[in-house]
C-alpha cells in the first residue's frame, strides 16, 4: 500500500478530522462482522507464529521475523510465509537472504507446500486479521514513537483494530529502546497475562558514514525512525527525501536524487529496504544502513516462545 500517514493519526489527542471522518470507521465494524464468523483452521502437522500489527504501517514486523526465524532455526526446521504483494518484493529478497520464503497470494496454499516440504514451524509476516488459520502464537508489534497513535480506527485514525483487540493477542513487540509505561499499562488492563517485550536497531556498517555529510532518502511505514537512528549514531545528512511507505523507485527517481546530492556535494544514503527496490542498474554510489535487531531480555523472550509452541 502506497501510504503516507495523515499526521492527525499519531496525535494523541482528538482533532477535528479525527472527529469528522470517524463515522467512516463502520467499515471496519463490517469486516469484523463478516470476519466473526470465520472459523479458523488448525494445521496440527505444524506449529505456527503470526508477527503482525493492528497500527497501519512502520512497527518493525519485517525484522522481528527474520529475527525470529534465525534462532527458532536451531531447534525446528522453519520457513517464512509472506502474503504476495507485488510491491512487498524488498522484504521478500531481504528475508529471503537468509530463511526459506514462501509467497503466495493465499496464505493456506504456501502452508500447505510447507507442511509437504516438511517444515516443523512457519512464521507470517503479517496475517493478524486473517482469521482463516489458528496460529500457536500471535503477536503484535508497535512502535515506540507512534505506538498506537490517537487510538482509532481507519480513517479516523491508524488502528485497523480497535485497541480492545489486544485481549486475543499473545504477545507485544515494542520497537525501541524505551517503553511507554501508561501505554504499558494500558494493555494490561486490557489483556493481563499479555507478554510484553521490546528491542532495537543496532547498526553495523557505521563506520563507513560517519565521516561524510549524506542526502538522505526513504520510503518506509515510520520514516522518523530512519531518521532518529542516523542522529542517535551522530551521522550527519543535510536533506531528506519521504516516499510512500513500499514505493518502487523508477530510473528518474534515482536521477533526480544523485543530480540534488551531486549539486549539494553529498553521499547518497537510504534503508536497506528502499535499496532493494531501487533498479540495479541505478544502484552505484547508493549507500544502505545495515540494522540487525537486538531483543531486551532476550533469554527471557526464548523462553516464552518456546513454552507456548
Known amino acids: 500500500m502506497k501510504l503516507i500517514k495523515p499526521k492527525f493519526w499519531d496525535l494523541n ?3 477535528y478530522q479525527s472527529i469528522l471522518l470517524y463515522p467512516f470507521t463502520f467499515i471496519i465494524d463490517i469486516r469484523d462482522l463478516i470476519t466473526f464468523y470465520i472459523k479458523p483452521k488448525n494445521y496440527k502437522k505444524i506449529k505456527t507464529i503470526c508477527v503482525g500489527n493492528i497500527y497501519l504501517g512502520g512497527t518493525g514486523k519485517t525484522p522481528l521475523v527474520d529475527f525470529l526465524a534465525k534462532n527458532l532455526k536451531r531447534k525446528f526446521k522453519t520457513a517464512i510465509i509472506k502474503k504476495k504483494y507485488l510491491n512487498h518484493l524488498d522484504e521478500k529478497k531481504l ?3 537468509s530463511n526459506k520464503v514462501f509467497f503466495n497470494k493465499d496464505r493456506r496454499v504456501s502452508l500447505m507446500k510447507a507442511i509437504k516440504e516438511k517444515f516443523q514451524l512457519v512464521i507470517f509476516d503479517d496475517g493478524l ?16 514513537t507512534s505506538l498506537a497513535g490517537n487510538q482509532l480506527r481507519i480513517p479516523a485514525g491508524p488502528l485497523r483494530e480497535k485497541l480492545n483487540s489486544l485481549k486475543k ?3 507485544i513487540f515494542i520497537n525501541g529502546k524505551v517503553m511507554n509505561k501508561k ?7 486490557i489483556n493481563p497475562k499479555i507478554f510484553i517485550f521490546n528491542g532495537e536497531y543496532i547498526c553495523s556498517n557505521l563506520y563507513k558514514y560517519k565521516k561524510n555529510r549524506h542526502l538522505i532518502f526513504s520510503g518506509i511505514g515510520n520514516p522518523i525512525s530512519f531518521k532518529n537512528t542516523l542522529s542517535k549514531y551522530n551521522i550527519k545528512f543535510k536533506s531528506s527525501l ?3 511507505d513500499h514505493y518502487n523507485y523508477s530510473e528518474l527517481d534515482i536521477r533526480k536524487i544523485k ?10 544514503l537510504t534503508t536497506e ?3 532493494y527496490r531501487i533498479p540495479t542498474k541505478q544502484r552505484k554510489n547508493i549507500n544502505y544502513l545495515k540494522v540487525n535487531l537486538k531483543i531486551n531480555k532476550q533469554k527471557e523472550f526464548e523462553n516464552f516462545l518456546i513454552k507456548n509452541l
Open 242 to 244: 519521504v516516499y510512500p
Open 129 to 144: 486479521q486473517d482469521k482463516k488459520i489458528e496460529n500457536n502464537l500471535k503477536i503484535v508489534c508497535f512502535n515506540s
Open 13 to 15: 489527542h482528538l482533532t
Open 183 to 189: 501505554f504499558l499499562n494500558q494493555i494490561k488492563k
Open 169 to 171: 493477542y499473545d504477545a
Open 273 to 275: 529496504k528502499d535499496f
Open 95 to 97: 528475508l529471503e537472504k
Open 259 to 268: 543530480k540534488i546530492a551531486k549539486d549539494n556535494n553529498l553521499k547518497i
